[in-house]
């Protein structure tokens, strides 16, 4: 009985928080990104702004936004070179599945001033979370060759973090420019978008993209994942025929 | 070699006026005109020696940036057409031994299907640039070696006025008394298959794990082992080449899926072009100087691949996609 009043009380509350708090909308300049075989990295806009609660007739900041950024995820794996016997090779691994392709975060402050590192974990805002959730086997490793794979993705500059990525136009109107990089993954891009005002969460709101390679290019990828037989014969067929054209044509 | 290799990086690198072309299987944008350039550089040295070129381009690929596993495989393309304007000009002359070509190419196509699958478990493994380094190294290291004794002793005689017979001995080995003969009339033969079937088996093997043709080590295989005529043996080599070739291309993109048809395709046009020309550059050249320059080549590969190996990695941590669509 006493647990059922509790329980009353808290989702009263609950309710109530809801109700106060401001809402967020947002959107995604470009929902659908073709990706052609002169493809070399295309800029894209994230905006969106603070809507007023119920009570007020205009929202009040200061707002921050924080953006996380995730692209389609692979198994991936982490390898350690070491000198044996005066040869360098891979001796250790660690396994990461799955891992996202693609991870940026885009905040309008340092992260850490906008709130704490327990909200920033729970809501996996930060790179190393997406390494200590998703490697196996879960080792003393994991932290060192998360780190690293961290490390080698951002140099590709698939992972990656700006504490002045987010701009604020109005005291609620924000945007954030992206730019992708030319060898992304295709597949759907989540975009999170968080809002805090004082260190607290007020809203979240999830957008999304399409990343598609679209053209010659991603007809050969796909062909060689869905038909290798018939894309193994064709180039065969390339081979034979351009060495016969040259024998043809020069006559040796 | 080092500073070489950073040249060459950033030759390859996607510069923003350059005409970019994108590899959808190595997953990478490369300059046009330098992949047609190095296809067609190793076809000219390729057209010059004689020798398929394979193992020049393979490395200059992973050199400059290409995934291993992509480059051999590729290759596997460049050296199908290679061959086959080869082969096409032996088979005009009428200079191909076909029963002695179907033994090979039998042998080999099995060599093959042993090579893709020690190619894909390796790659699983996460040794497959290891593996390609340490046997190129053992393979071009010790066929250089033994390619450059026998062209500076050639030199050295000549210069003595030592006229060079170019005979072989004729006395029998070992080999000529195995069992299960064959006469191969054109080849003007009567000798066991059994170490046919093993220049097959073994060529077939290490021509799909490395993306080499092979030539260099066939052709001194049939001419020193079986006693196969010098005019029979290049064009007999390239058929089987040709056959041993397109069958790695079929089974590595059934097997691995690494083949860029856009990267062999570019590869292919350099090389056909670049070999017509190394050809009749060729004709200028006596043979024991090629001889020599080839072995200093082969020679300056295995090194570059034993200093890679020796010398501290750039990053000791690398990082690669597994399962599906795992190409890097």
Known sequence: ???????????????????????????????????????????????????????????????????????????????????????????????????????????????????????????????????????????????????????????????????????????????????????????????????????????????????????????????????????????VLLAIGTGWLGGVIFRR | MIGGTAAFRFLSQPSPRALQIYLPI????????????????????????????????????IFSGVPASVAVSSVTGQVAAASTSGALSYWRRGTIDLHLATYLILSSIIGVFFGVATFSALRAAGQLDLVISVAYLIVLGSIGTIMMNEAVRALLKRRAGIVVREKLPSQHTWIHGLPMRIRFKKSKLYISVLPVLAIGLVIGFLGSLLGIGGGFIVVPALVYLLRVPGNIVVGTTLLQMLAMMSATIILQSVQSQSVDIMLAFCLMVGGTIGAQ????????????????????????VAIRFGVSLVLPPADAFSMAVIGAGGIV
């Not at chain 1, 052609?36 to 921050?64: C, H, I, M, R």
């Open chain 1, 1 to 235: 009985m006493r647990g059922l009043a509790i329980a009353v009380a808290f989702a009263l509350t609950l309710g109530a928080g809801a109700a106060k708090a401001e809402d967020l909308v947002s959107t995604v300049s470009n929902p659908n990104i073709a990706i052609t075989s002169n493809f070399d990295g295309e800029t894209l806009s994230l905006f969106g702004n603070v809507e007023p609660d119920s009570n007020q007739v205009a929202a009040k900041g200061p707002y921050d936004v924080i953006i996380v950024i995730t692209g389609p995820s692979v198994d991936r794996v982490a390898r350690l070179k070491t000198n044996n016997f005066g040869l360098w090779m891979n001796t250790e691994q660690v396994e990461f599945n799955p891992f996202p392709t693609y991870f940026h975060v885009l905040s309008s402050n340092p992260l850490l001033k906008i709130t704490d590192e327990q909200i920033l974990e729970a809501n996996r805002i930060l790179p190393d979370a997406q390494a200590r959730v998703s490697a196996v086997p879960q080792s003393l490793h994991v932290e060192r060759f998360g780190a690293e794979l961290i490390r080698l993705m951002s140099a590709k500059g698939l992972f990656g973090q700006n504490e002045v990525g987010v701009k604020f136009l109005s005291p609620t109107a924000y945007v954030a420019q992206l730019t992708l990089p030319g060898d992304i993954t295709n597949g759907l891009f989540i975009t999170q978008t968080y809002l805090f005002k004082d260190g607290k969460l007020l809203a979240k709101r999830g957008d999304s993209f399409a990343v598609n390679k679209t053209g010659f290019e991603r007809f050969l990828f796909t062909s060689a994942q869905e038909y290798p037989l018939l894309y193994g014969l064709t180039c």
């Open chain 2, 26 to 61: 190595a997953a990478l944008s490369m300059n046009l005109f330098f992949l047609v350039g190095i296809g067609a550089a190793v076809g000219f040295l390729s057209g010059l020696f004689g020798v398929g070129g394979g193992f020049l381009l393979t490395p200059l690929l």
């Open chain 2, 277 to 300: 020309f190394g050809a009749s550059a060729g004709q200028y050249l006596r043979g024991d100087q090629l001889r020599f320059l080839l072995a200093a080549l082969v020679l300056a």
